[in-house]
């Protein structure tokens, strides 16, 4: 069996535990997304063995124009972690909601090759730090460049190729793809979503986390459909433990 096929299984059948332990209750999102960046930290460093150095470090946001999906699980964390932190950001004049909104309004339904052009900054950026940073998506995660010139040059529209770390995306994909098909065998919500709108209905809803965890979507009205869910379906399918 390829290697990838059975991380993916070992960590289908660690997410489908914890489902099946958990329940539907609030605590399952912690526990679903400890396991899910537990195991990409715990996989990259070998995946990236044989890469060059990273250029990635504290204080560099270019890439943060990029469009980011993320799965209902990440999003509500996103949206637990803003209530908590927002009444002590807006006694210092910093009000992260509103940027969203701001962001948002300039970027729904654009394109990915849109939006990058746009260069709408992640409302989540603060004097070159990202707010987010403990609960940041796989995504984000997963994102790592080997030439800072060349992500400078991509960002500023001079260069269509960035040398990115192919370790890190492989394995945030096969973490989050885990992750969604053992939701999808669970009745929740599997897609991945444009994370500031959806992260909007999750902080105008205040009963969003419940209604996601009975089974709705959602998040329907901001699914990213690049790949159709029948296809992304049959794939889990062929892969997922039997």
């Known amino acids: 069996m390829h290697p990838s096929r059975e991380f993916f299984q070992a960590l289908h059948r660690a997410f489908d535990t914890t489902l099946a332990e958990r329940g539907r209750t609030p605590v399952v999102l912690d526990a679903l997304l400890s396991q899910a960046f537990d195991s990409f930290a715990g996989n990259v460093a070998i995946q990236c063995e044989d890469e060059p150095p990273l250029a990635c470090g504290r204080g560099c946001a270019t890439c943060c124009t990029l469009r980011v999906g993320a799965t209902a699980p990440e999003v509500l964390l996103v949206a637990r972690f803003l209530r908590a932190v927002t009444p002590r950001l807006l006694e210092r004049g910093v009000d992260l909601v509103a940027g969203l909104r701001e962001a948002d309004a300039r ?3 654009l394109a990915e ?130």
């Open 113 to 242: 090759r849109e939006r990058v052009a746009l260069r709408q900054r992640c409302p989540f950026i603060a004097q070159g730090a990202c707010v987010i940073y403990p609960v940041r998506p796989l995504a984000c995660r997963g994102h790592a460049s080997h030439d800072l010139k060349a992500c400078i040059e991509a960002a500023a529209g001079r260069a269509l190729q960035v040398p990115y770390s192919e370790g890190h995306r492989r394995v945030r994909s096969l973490v989050q793809n885990a992750m969604q098909s053992s939701l999808r065998d669970a009745g929740l919500a599997w897609s991945v979503y444009e994370l500031n709108r959806a992260l909007l209905i999750a902080l105008d809803d205040e009963h969003c986390e419940a209604r996601w965890l009975d089974g709705e979507d959602v998040f329907a009205g901001a699914a990213l459909d690049e790949v159709p869910a029948e296809e992304m379906a049959a794939a889990f399918d062929e892969l997922r433990p039997h």
């Open 107 to 109: 970027t729904a339904g």
